[in-house]
């Protein structure tokens, strides 16, 4: 893989990790009515997010009801594509097996970690838009009257 292969993976990849961030704060946002409910909820989606990832515990130490959470956070689709990108093709001297990313859980498809990620980004901004649209349809369903035309 050429240098620029590698330049271009890792700003993709960065990429698709700031969408995805900012797609967590549409819906944080849309959800929250104050901002200490806001910094609220955000470190209650963040949090294990962040530890299930599976660069704080061990992925094959995760118990099977956290399981899905492994699949639902947002680090863990970033963090695999840039150790993908970072020691894939790296030519290292030790005894036995010396690549690193089987023994951190991490597959060595980069594609699929970047299409999973743009997945976990597009059901961030359905949901924080599917709460804005609800509530905003509330809003303004209280403001109008609308009559009743039973007889």
Same mark, same amino acid.
């Given at each position: 893989m050429t240098?620029?292969e590698?330049?271009?993976?890792f700003?993709?990849?960065?990429a698709g990790?700031?969408?995805?961030g900012h797609?967590?704060a549409?819906? *944080?946002?849309? %959800?929250?009515m104050?901002k200490?409910?806001?910094?609220? $909820?955000?470190?209650? !989606?963040?949090?294990p997010?962040v530890?299930f990832?599976g660069?704080?515990v061990?992925q094959?130490?995760?118990n099977?009801? *956290?399981?899905p $959470?492994k699949?639902l956070s947002?680090?863990?689709?970033?963090f695999?594509?840039?150790g993908i990108?970072?020691?894939?093709?790296?030519?290292?001297? @030790? /005894?036995g097996? @010396?690549?690193? !990313?089987p023994?951190l859980?991490?597959?060595?498809?980069?594609?699929?970690n970047?299409? +999973?990620?743009?997945a976990?980004?597009?059901l !961030? %901004?359905?949901?924080? !838009?599917?709460?804005?649209? $609800?509530?905003?349809? /509330?809003? %303004? +369903? /209280?403001?109008?009257?609308?009559?009743?035309?039973?007889?």
């Amino acid at each position: 893989m050429t240098d620029v292969e590698v330049v271009i993976k890792f700003f993709v990849t960065v990429a698709g990790s700031s969408i995805t961030g900012h797609a967590l704060a549409i819906l *944080v946002g849309s %959800y929250a009515m104050s901002k200490e409910e806001a910094n609220t $909820f955000s470190m209650m !989606l963040y949090m294990p997010s962040v530890l299930f990832c599976g660069f704080i515990v061990n992925q094959e130490s995760l118990n099977i009801f *956290v399981t899905p $959470f492994k699949f639902l956070s947002i680090h863990r689709y970033s963090f695999q594509a840039l150790g993908i990108n970072d020691m894939d093709g790296l030519k290292l001297e @030790c /005894k036995g097996d @010396c690549n690193p !990313l089987p023994s951190l859980g991490i597959g060595d498809d980069f594609w699929v970690n970047i299409l +999973m990620q743009s997945a976990n980004s597009l059901l !961030l %901004y359905s949901i924080g !838009l599917a709460i804005l649209y $609800f509530r905003g349809r /509330k809003k %303004y +369903m /209280k403001g109008k009257k609308v009559k009743n035309y039973e007889k």
